[in-house]
């Protein structure tokens, strides 16, 4: 066998494998099987949050949002329009909490965002990202107090 031809096949495996594992990774990370955290501390209102957005219920994470921009509620049609894509663009992605800081009636929770998209045959599959969410405590409930980065989707 000729070492052009050699090549050829070994580089074709290598791409098969590669494309093999990458959606392996897609669907083993598609599970929602997650165990909810509380509702009343910052990490279960942003984790709630984010399996609401990941499951497309968007009235329901709306609700963990409490937006005032330019002295004015955001409304829930405005909020949605501005900022989910059309399906067909959504990225397959999951999130797991880094960090909070809890101070008085504030908090900030960092979280790590693994998003997946198939590239080429030398392109990494998982991008990583920390994304930071800032809380207040009104009552009893911790709500999302600005625009969540949630470019991930796009």
């Known amino acids: ?14 791409i098969g494998i590669l494309i093999v594992v990458t959606i392996a990774l897609v669907l083993a990370n598609r599970s929602n099987d997650v165990t909810l955290l509380p509702e009343d501390n910052p990490n279960g ?10 499951e497309k219920d968007y009235p329901k994470a709306y609700g963990y949002l409490q937006l005032d921009e330019n002295g004015r ?15 067909s663009t959504q990225s397959v992605w999951k999130a797991a909490i880094a960090t909070t ?7 900030m929770v960092e979280v790590f965002v693994d998003t997946f998209r198939p590239g080429g045959p030398f392109q990494d599959p998982v991008s990583t990202r920390i994304v930071s969410f800032q809380l207040t405590k009104i009552d009893d409930a911790w709500y999302i107090t600005t625009r969540p980065p949630i470019y991930w989707l796009y």
């Open 73 to 87: 509620t955001v409304p829930y049609n405005e909020w949605v329009q501005s900022n989910y894509p059309p399906l």
């Open 45 to 54: 209102t942003v984790q709630r949050f984010l399996v609401a957005i990941q």
């Open 101 to 107: 800081t809890v101070t008085d009636n504030t908090a």
């Open 1 to 14: 066998m000729k070492s052009s031809s050699r090549f050829i096949i070994v580089s074709g495996i290598v």
